[in-house]
């Protein structure tokens, strides 16, 4: 088994890597997937985010509200540690039974939006990042997903830099330019992947 993290700031494209690499027949195992699912309702995870910062980040529903709790911890790095203390452990740990049921030659992609902020980089394989400037991840962030300009810069600069994620990079994708030429990109990556996996071309 290979493992591999997979990371990128952002707005910088690594979800739709995500999806190519798991077309190809990578084992994906994403963080932020299981971090919601780890604090849906009736989840000992919600539970405790509710202890930690009260029923004002509930909806009336009962669930998460998520831009309620992003409010909170987005403006403070102090509040942002207490929620990461909760949800880390819970996502490690299904992350590990996740990666524990793929097969032994399987090559498996954690997707990771903060390896580099948590320094994760040791527990893989090895590292791709998913590359773009901070002028191409604004634009995405502003235009594609309709982010204000200083909610994007505000997450933008919550996360590490992008000289940081490419010090701890052993494979990078440059996603700066238009979406066919990530394909490409990501293709080459995954056969070198399952080379280094033992599995050929």
């Not at 090895?126 to 962030?141: G, H, N």
């Not at 701890?168 to 992947?193: H, M, S």
Request: hydrophobic share 45%.
């Amino acid at each position: 088994m290979l493992r591999v993290g997979l990371t990128g700031g952002i707005g910088a494209g690594k979800s739709e890597v995500s999806r190519l690499l798991a077309s190809y027949g990578a084992v994906v195992v994403d963080a932020d997937k299981i971090a919601r699912e780890v604090v849906e309702p009736g989840t000992p995870g919600l539970d405790a985010v509710v202890a930690a910062f009260g029923k004002d980040i509930l909806t009336p529903e009962g669930a998460l509200d998520r831009p309620a709790l992003g409010a909170i911890v987005f403006a403070d790095p102090q509040q942002l540690k207490v929620l990461n203390a909760i949800v880390h452990p819970l996502v490690g740990a299904r992350s590990a039974e996740l990666e524990q049921a793929a097969a032994a030659d399987a090559v498996v992609v954690h997707d990771v939006p903060l390896l580099t902020e948590n320094a994760l980089a040791p527990l893989y394989d090895l590292v791709v990042v998913v590359d773009a400037s901070p002028e191409t991840q604004l634009d995405r962030l502003v235009r594609l997903r309709g982010t204000s300009e200083e909610d994007a810069r505000g997450r933008m600069a919550a996360q590490a830099t992008r000289e940081q994620r490419l010090a701890v990079a052993d494979l990078v994708i440059d996603n700066d330019g238009p979406l066919e030429a990530l394909e490409p990109q990501v293709r080459k990556v995954w056969q070198e992947l399952r080379e280094r996996a033992g599995l050929g071309s």
